[in-house]
């Protein structure tokens, strides 16, 4: 809890801001101890689908299928600043280009959503050789060739700070995750991606409160990460 409400609350509520959206989704498993999270999707006045544990490209993908929907932007649960801006520039990027999966360059880890073409999510979910898709799953669209990919990158050079983690896996993510909402959070308001980056311009000992965990992080994701194809018989 963060200012008295679950962090995927707040995520919600950020979500809720972006305008092009047309429906919205938390999609999490089938695990009894998950149920909460459809309360809280209920609360919000969002959906809720429940599926796969470990796969997420059978849970996203069932998933579009049950609401009916050509295009997805994701938001990771874990990702609770990321910028309702972009969410919107993402569904604008797909409209233009019709691409099968966009993501974004250049920005803080966890800052930004991917733009995922249900059509080639559902190739995916085909040519997938593993249950287990819950690290590294967009790797099966950036890494296959199999697939059109559009890498965005913020025009606003004041957004690009890679360097910058906003997600959460780490306890010291937790704490700057809370620093974060002690600074700039008002009841009734969203703040936004460049009112945190301009705060931490400002008081730069905030970013270093998990910054140290950056190399684990990466270390982390390389071991788990894999993609597994269907050998074409």
């Not at 950020?14 to 989704?25: G, W």
């Not at 695990?31 to 809280?40: C, H, M, N, Q, R």
């Not at 959503?113 to 979910?125: F, N, Q, R, Y």
């Given at each position: 809890?963060?200012?008295?409400?679950?962090?995927?609350?707040?995520?919600?509520?950020?979500?809720?801001?972006?305008k092009?959206?047309?429906?919205?989704?938390?999609?999490?498993?089938?695990?009894?101890?998950?149920?909460?999270?459809?309360?809280?999707?209920?609360?919000?006045?969002?959906e809720?689908?429940r599926?796969?544990?470990?796969?997420?490209?059978?849970?996203?993908?069932?998933?579009?299928?049950?609401?009916?929907?050509?295009?997805?932007?994701?938001?990771?649960?874990?990702?609770?600043?990321?910028?309702?801006?972009?969410?919107?520039?993402?569904?604008?990027?797909?409209?233009k280009?019709?691409?099968s999966?966009?993501?974004?360059?250049?920005?803080?880890?966890?800052?930004?959503?991917?733009?995922?073409?249900?059509?080639?999510l559902?190739?995916?979910w085909?040519?997938?050789?593993?249950?287990?898709?819950?690290?590294?799953?967009?790797?099966?669209?950036?890494?296959?060739?199999?697939?059109?990919?559009?890498?965005?990158?913020?025009?606003?050079?004041?957004?690009?700070?890679?360097?910058?983690?906003?997600?959460?896996?780490?306890?010291?993510?937790?704490?700057?995750?809370?620093?974060?909402?002690?600074?700039?959070?008002?009841?009734?308001?969203?703040?936004?991606?460049?009112?945190i980056?301009?705060?931490?311009?400002?008081?730069?000992?905030?970013?270093?409160?998990?910054?140290?965990?950056?190399?684990?992080?990466?270390?982390?994701?390389?071991?788990?990460?894999?993609?597994?194809?269907?050998?074409?018989?």
């Amino acid at each position: 809890m963060v200012k008295r409400k679950p962090l995927i609350q707040h995520l919600i509520e950020r979500v809720k801001t972006a305008k092009l959206p047309n429906l919205i989704v938390l999609c999490t498993t089938v695990k009894p101890e998950d149920s909460v999270f459809a309360d809280i999707a209920k609360k919000c006045g969002a959906e809720c689908f429940r599926g796969s544990e470990k796969d997420i490209l059978d849970r996203f993908l069932n998933a579009a299928l049950k609401y009916n929907v050509d295009f997805i932007v994701n938001v990771d649960g874990d990702d609770v600043f990321c910028d309702p801006g972009l969410i919107d520039k993402t569904a604008e990027i797909f409209q233009k280009t019709g691409a099968s999966f966009i993501k974004w360059n250049g920005l803080p880890l966890g800052a930004s959503p991917v733009g995922i073409k249900v059509e080639a999510l559902k190739k995916a979910w085909q040519m997938k050789d593993e249950s287990d898709t819950e690290t590294g799953w967009g790797m099966y669209f950036t890494d296959t060739g199999l697939f059109d990919v559009e890498y965005a990158e913020a025009a606003d050079e004041e957004l690009k700070h890679p360097e910058i983690r906003m997600t959460l896996d780490y306890p010291e993510d937790l704490k700057f995750v809370k620093e974060i909402f002690n600074r700039l959070y008002v009841p009734g308001k969203v703040f936004t991606l460049r009112e945190i980056l301009r705060l931490l311009q400002k008081e730069p000992h905030i970013a270093e409160i998990n910054k140290g965990v950056q190399g684990e992080y990466w270390k982390r994701f390389k071991q788990r990460a894999k993609i597994k194809l269907r050998t074409k018989s």
